[in-house]
Structures are given as C-alpha cells and as structure tokens.
C-alpha cells in the first residue's frame, strides 16, 4: 500500500520560512518523480515544483521560483520543500505527489497522492 504522509505545515507570517517534508512508504521511492501541488480555497489544484528520480533536476511554478526549492532523499524515501519568503498568496493545502512517468506538471500525471498539509501566510 503506498502511502505519502506530508507534515511541516503551520502558520507563519510574511517573509518566513517553512519546511515541507513528505515521507513516502510501499513504492520503490527512486523510481518515481517526485512533485509538491498546492490548492487555495475555491481554486484549482496548482502545480508548485517537481524533482527527477535522480535527483538532478528541478522544476517549479513561476510564482515560486527563487523562493522555493524541492529537495529529495532516496535513503530516506523522502522529498522536501523549503519555502522562504513566504507571501500570503502562498496560503494553501500543500500536496506531495509521486509520478512513474517523465517529469510533468499537470496533476493528472500523477499517480499517488499524499493527504495535505495546511500552510497559512498572514500579512
């Protein structure tokens, strides 16, 4: 049964940082591209950063560009997303995702979900 379990979430005010880890269980970890999607209230589920198996490539939404990186650990089957600067409009559930196939980032693409944590910005 594959599980990915998302925490690091919480409140914190503009111009702060948080720490999104996803810790991923029943699936052979470096097979799989690894992404973080974000959906704010009444809006649509939104693309945020993806990183290849190998750990080389990155990918990342403009809107986060420069203030997020995504990061992952094979030994650990775990991927990370470092948030800094963190802006109101960065208020969301955020979801870790696991995809068998090349890199993508429609929502879609994508195989395993993790069940979300909520990150608050407030001004």
């Known amino acids: 049964q594959v599980q990915l379990v998302e925490s690091g979430g919480g409140l914190v005010q503009a111009g702060g940082s948080l720490r999104l880890s996803c810790a991923a269980s029943?699936?052979?970890?470096?097979?799989?591209?690894m992404g973080w999607f974000r959906q704010a209230p009444g809006k649509e589920r939104e693309f945020v950063a993806a990183i290849s198996r190998n750990e080389i490539s990155t990918y990342y939404a403009d809107p986060v560009k420069g203030r997020f990186t995504i990061s992952r650990d094979n030994a650990k089957t775990t991927v990370y997303l470092q948030m800094n600067g963190l802006k109101p409009e960065d208020t969301a559930v955020y979801y870790c995702?696991?995809?068998?196939?090349?890199?993508?980032?429609?929502?879609?693409?994508?195989?395993?979900w993790g069940q979300g944590t909520q990150v608050t910005v407030s001004s």
């Open positions: 029943g699936l052979t970890f470096s097979r799989y591209v």
């Open positions: 995702a696991a995809d068998s196939g090349p890199e993508r980032t429609t929502p879609l693409a994508y195989d395993y």
